[in-house]
Every structure is written in structure tokens, then in C-alpha cells.
């Protein structure tokens, strides 16, 4: 009979990244029981939420044209604004992707005359056309319809400037952005403690600012979400944790209901709201990733702590470190070179179900600045929750590994990811 070993070196690992592999991920139970329980208490936060709105065979239906009383939408929606401890939610296959998911909110909220304010930073790369701070503004952008933009970065130790905040917050101000994750960025994910602290800290000085909070990468990682802490939105794409790698597109907005009308106004039209859109037959889908979606997320944390423990013990600068605590799926390794940041995606690739074969290349992708390189053998095209690794090519040359639908895929990705590493010749294993 053929051993776990066995078929691993028959998948081109050699016996020393096997062993090597190994040893880290055996030092690791303690923690990988830690992530079970959130799992398991995040668990249960799903099954009573469909418990109490009382999911039934009927909610996965289809509806067409303008799908109107779709009992299984507005079920999820309520699933969802119960799971987050939110007035209420707009969950809808029409929302293609975390972008557009942040671009209906802010266009939903800011009017001509407003500015925006991110008090943590620059924000990810695609949101700066929607916001219009790229060179080259792409048309439509935030910026066009007279809403400005106001930027204040983390200090150096990655804490909030306060001071700065305070002194950005102006009568102009009426919604405060929190990217939660760190995007192409080496700093620190935010805690949902941290989140609560700097929305307490606003709202303070400002009642009326609308807090709004990206999601993305963070959901069922710790016991609580955003929402539960003050934040008046919460953003995120189905594609990534809670969609629990079913959902086939897809994104959410939770929060105040008030907001939440604003946004289904500007996803349809003034006067339509919620009330229209049809789910053509995904609603099974999405009720079925979102009850999956804790222990999907667990297993792509474990992931990501096991590749901050592979790549950190060999002397790479990994955000988080292999010891502190996570607050989202993604993995930061700085690898220093173009070819590292290569190799280690053709590593993730390898270990793809879906287009193994295939070696990615960095190109010009829309929304980037630079080039960037994307592994991601998945089932849904962009998955994030699935194996996936990306980075542009630009100084540091970090790659953002994440996802794994599995613990197991997960590990099998980051072994193979090391793998090309040495093929290369970009790193040397401890004897």
C-alpha cells in the first residue's frame, strides 16, 4: 500500500522538501487546534442563523428575469445579516467581485462635495481607478463625480495615527474606508479588535461618518466580524472565505439597514432596490459554501501558518510571522527576486487540480500597476479561497499565497511551492 510519503515523492517532491515539510507541519497541532474551535464556534453561528430564518428545500429555487419574491435571496440575506449581527444584507450573484462589491457602497454613499477617507493607508490596487488615484484614471471614477480623497498612512510601528486622523476628519468627510487585509502591502492585517478601536476613535470626533470596512480574506478567521464592533458596512466577495469555495460569483454587503437600501439602489436602480434580481439557480450554492465556509476557512489559516513556518525558518521576511495572531487567509513572503516570486507560484500551480500543466507568466492584468503573476488551478476562475498565489513584480518581489479548500491541498501547494523554489535554486534546506 502506497504511503502519504510515497505519494508525494512520486509527485515530484524530492525526500528532503518532504521531510523538511513534514517536520514543520507536525510542530503545528497545537496551534491547527486552536483554529478548529473558531472554526467550530463560527460553525454554529451558521447553522443557528439558518436555523432561525428557517432555511427550507424552497429557498434553493431558481428565479429569472426580474426575480421578484425570491424566497431564497432574501432567506440568505437575512442568513447573512443574522451570521454578521447586521440590520440587514444585500447578497447577490450580480455583484461580480470585491471591487465591484466596494465600488457599489462608496458610490451608494459619497455624493459630489463628499471626500473619502482611508485612515490605514493606500488601498488595494484596484480600487484606485474607483477612486481615482491612479496616473491614468480610468473613466467613471469617484474622483470624476467630485468626491475627493483624503489618505492617512499606518505609522512605521503599524499602529493608527491618530493625530493625523483627527486632523484629516473635516465636514467634508462622510465615509471612512478600513481595509482590513493588507493587499499588495508587507503591513500588518487588521484584528477585529483593532477595527473596533479605530471606528470608536472616529465616531467619537464624527457620529455622522459612515464607517465602512473591506472584508475581504477575513471572514470566520476570528469569533466575530466587523460589524459586531461599530463598523456601519461590511464588504466582501463570495469567491473568497464565505462563499466556502461553491459559490461560482457572488458578493456581499452587511450592515445598517438604512445603508444597505442605499447600496441595492445602486446595484439596480432607484425605486427597484432589492426587490429585483434574479439568482438563476445559485442559491443552493450559496447557501451550501456559506455553511462550509468556517471549516474552508480553517483550513486555508492552516495553510497559510504552515507557509509562514516553511518559507520564516529558511530566512525569508514572512507577514505574519510564523508565531503571532491571524486575522486573515493571506500569507506575505518576501522572496527578493523575480525569479523567486516565479518559481513560487509555478509551485502552486503544479499543485492545482485544475491546470497543473499550465506555467503562469507576469502580465499586464487590468487594475494593476505593474505586472503580476497569478497562480490559481481552480474550480471557480479568481477563487481566492482556492489554492492561490500572487504578486506583482516589483521590489520586494513579495508573493500573497492564500486559500486551499482544504488543509491538505493547502500543504501540498506550499510543499510543491518549495519544491520549484530548490529546483531553481533560490533556497538551501537546513541539513
Known amino acids: 500500500m502506497e504511503t502519504l510519503k510515497d505519494w508525494y515523492l512520486s509527485s515530484g517532491i524530492d525526500q528532503e522538501v518532504y521531510e523538511y515539510c513534514d517536520g514543520i ?10 483554529i478548529d474551535e473558531v472554526a467550530e464556534y463560527n460553525q454554529m453561528k451558521v447553522v443557528r442563523a439558518m436555523e432561525h430564518c428557517r432555511v427550507s428545500a424552497a429557498c434553493f429555487e431558481s428565479s429569472t428575469g426580474y426575480g421578484y419574491d425570491d424566497l431564497g435571496r432574501e432567506t440568505l440575506e437575512a442568513v447573512y445579516a443574522e451570521a454578521f449581527q447586521a440590520e440587514a444584507a444585500l447578497v447577490r450573484p450580480q455583484i461580480t467581485c470585491g471591487t465591484h ?16 477617507l482611508s485612515p490605514v493607508g493606500k488601498p488595494y490596487d484596484t480600487l484606485e481607478g474607483v477612486i481615482g488615484i491612479k496616473e491614468d484614471n480610468p473613466p467613471g471614477s469617484l474622483k470624476e463625480f467630485g468626491i475627493s480623497y483624503r489618505q492617512v498612512d499606518l505609522l512605521e510601528d503599524g499602529s493608527f495615527d491618530f493625530d493625523g486622523i483627527e486632523k484629516a476628519l473635516n465636514e467634508r468627510t462622510r465615509l471612512v474606508t478600513i481595509q482590513r487585509s493588507k493587499g499588495y502591502a508587507t503591513r500588518k492585517t487588521l484584528s477585529v479588535k483593532r477595527i473596533g478601536e479605530l471606528i470608536a476613535f472616529i465616531k467619537a470626533r464624527r457620529p455622522d461618518v459612515v464607517c465602512m470596512v473591506d472584508n475581504c480574506y477575513g ?3 476570528e469569533r466575530k466580524e466587523p460589524t459586531q464592533v461599530g463598523a456601519d458596512l461590511c464588504v466582501g466577495s463570495l469567491i473568497k472565505n464565505p462563499g466556502g469555495g461553491l459559490a461560482p460569483i457572488g458578493g456581499y454587503i452587511v450592515g445598517k439597514e438604512t445603508y444597505i ?14 426587490e429585483v434580481g434574479a439568482t438563476l439557480g445559485v442559491n443552493g450554492a450559496f447557501f451550501q459554501g456559506f455553511f462550509l465556509a468556517p471549516t474552508v476557512t480553517a483550513g486555508a489559516l492552516k495553510g497559510a501558518i504552515f507557509a509562514a513556518n516553511v518559507y520564516e525558518n529558511l530566512g525569508f521576511s514572512v507577514v505574519p510571522d510564523k508565531s503571532e495572531s491571524r486575522h486573515d487567509i493571506i500569507q506575505a513572503v ?3 527576486s523575480p525569479e523567486g516570486v516565479i518559481a513560487f507560484c509555478r509551485g502552486i500551480q503544479a499543485a492545482s487540480p485544475v491546470d497543473s500543466h499550465v506555467a503562469p507568466e507576469p502580465y499586464a492584468m487590468p487594475g494593476y500597476h505593474s505586472d503580476v503573476i497569478m497562480a490559481a488551478g481552480a474550480f471557480v476562475q479568481g477563487s481566492s479561497i482556492e489554492l492561490s498565489a500572487d504578486g506583482p513584480i516589483e521590489p520586494p518581489y513579495a508573493v500573497y499565497f492564500q486559500g486551499g479548500l482544504t488543509w491538505y491541498h493547502a500543504r501540498y501547494g506550499i510543499t510543491m511551492s518549495l519544491q520549484h523554489m530548490k529546483n531553481a535554486g533560490l533556497v538551501s534546506l537546513p541539513r
Open 334 to 336: 518576501t522572496l527578493g
Open 261 to 274: 437600501e442605499l447600496c441595492a439602489c445602486r446595484l439596480t436602480a432607484p425605486g427597484l432596490g432589492k
Open 219 to 221: 471572514e470566520f478567521v
Open 25 to 34: 507541519q507536525r510542530g503545528l497541532q497545537e496551534r491547527f487546534a486552536e
Open 101 to 116: 462589491a466596494l465600488t457599489i457602497a462608496l458610490s451608494a454613499m459619497l455624493r459630489p462635495g463628499d471626500e473619502l
